[in-house]
């Protein structure tokens, strides 16, 4: 590969990632769970806890602890998805590094 072309293909390469990051601080994920619906940015920054009372019962005494628990299951999921989504934006911009002659295995 000529090395001005590389250059040029990495510099693109560069200007998509930071266009992915920024886009990521917007991007979300709704997850729901249990009941609970979290909406989380590709940066992991939860916007929003939605809890459907339905799934709440209030006359048991540890409904607190249960709302916790499933409050914590929740958000876990989200963060979990929301990291799945920025990895494949980020490996659908680099994916096509290892076939570069002279950097493969390095990414």
């Known amino acids: ?3 001005g072309n590389m250059n040029k293909m990495l510099q ?19 997850v729901t769970k249990n009941g609970i619906t979290i909406v989380i940015t590709g940066h ?14 209030t006359s048991d005494e540890e409904w607190m602890t249960d709302l916790q628990d499933l409050l914590v299951i929740a958000v876990n999921e989200a963060i979990e998805q929301s990291q799945t989504m920025a990895a ?4 659908s911009i680099t994916g ?12």
């Open 1 to 3: 590969m000529n090395p």
């Open 12 to 30: 693109k390469m560069q200007q998509d990632m930071v266009e992915a990051q920024q886009a990521l601080e917007t991007e979300t994920v709704e």
């Open 44 to 57: 992991q920054r939860v916007q929003s806890v939605t809890i459907d009372p339905k799934n709440i019962d």
């Open 88 to 91: 494949q934006r980020m490996e």
């Open 96 to 107: 096509g590094l290892g076939n570069i002659p002279g950097l493969g295995g390095l990414l």
